[in-house]
């Protein structure tokens, strides 16, 4: 039987440096908020949904019936100084959780068993923490070399390549003394899920969105 808590964590702000108004903005028929706060609806084992905002008003663009708790965050964590670690730092301060479920709303097609299977592994014990990671097998470069080949061998079948994995960098999972020992979102034994590239999408410019909306529209996603 569940008795830790488990919380829904959704740290938004209305102003947006390369999308102004990104977590507001319209996708599909509903402001952009609305897509993880219904992810984490769905998700029975959380206990209750945090909007971790420093403007009230955030509210008045989410749908009817949805469960969520508002907290209004510090004003100085919207400003392009603040690091995920001071809102989470400032969110864990505030509530007594033992397992956040970390969701950004910039990752509106994540799904609900994603996030349920995440959860059952930190909630087990079996892992410390929880990512959502896409696989690319592409040629990389890193700091003027390759990084998963090398030019003084045969240039390898891309299929055959070891797999680069990218943090999805919408869904984190992690208890709370992870955090509290480590500052970060990830601890020494995580699971990594990995996500293909429509639900792992991301949004932080304005062509993320235009992609988003044409997921969204060529029905790409469930």
Not at 63 to 91: C, H, M, S, W
Request: proline content about 5%; charged content about 25%.
């Amino acid at each position: 039987m569940k008795t830790m808590r488990i919380v829904g964590f959704v740290p938004s702000k209305l102003n947006s440096e390369r999308l102004p108004r990104k977590n507001v903005r319209m996708l599909g028929n509903v402001p952009l908020i609305n897509y993880v706060i219904r992810t984490l609806n769905k998700v029975e084992l959380i206990d209750d949904i945090i909007i971790f905002a420093s403007e009230p008003s955030i509210v008045e663009y989410i749908g009817k019936g949805l469960k969520y708790t508002f907290i209004e965050r510090p004003a100085y964590l919207d400003t392009n100084e603040a690091k995920v670690q001071d809102f989470v730092r400032e969110f864990l301060k505030r509530e007594k959780a033992e397992i956040i479920v970390l969701l950004h709303v910039t990752s509106p097609f994540i799904k609900p068993e994603t996030v349920l299977e995440c959860l059952k592994n930190v909630i087990s014990g079996k892992n410390d923490s929880a990512f959502a990671a896409q696989e690319v097998r592409k040629f990389a470069w890193y700091q003027g070399s390759p990084l998963n080949y090398s030019l003084e061998k045969p240039i390898p079948r891309t299929q055959d390549m070891e797999p680069i994995l990218f943090e999805q960098s919408g869904l984190y999972i992690f208890r709370r003394e992870v955090f509290e020992t480590k500052a970060q979102r990830i601890g020494s034994n995580p699971f990594i899920k990995l996500v293909n590239a429509f639900e792992g999408h991301d949004i932080d410019t304005l062509e993320d969105f235009q992609i988003a909306e044409l997921i969204l529209e060529k029905q790409l996603v469930r």
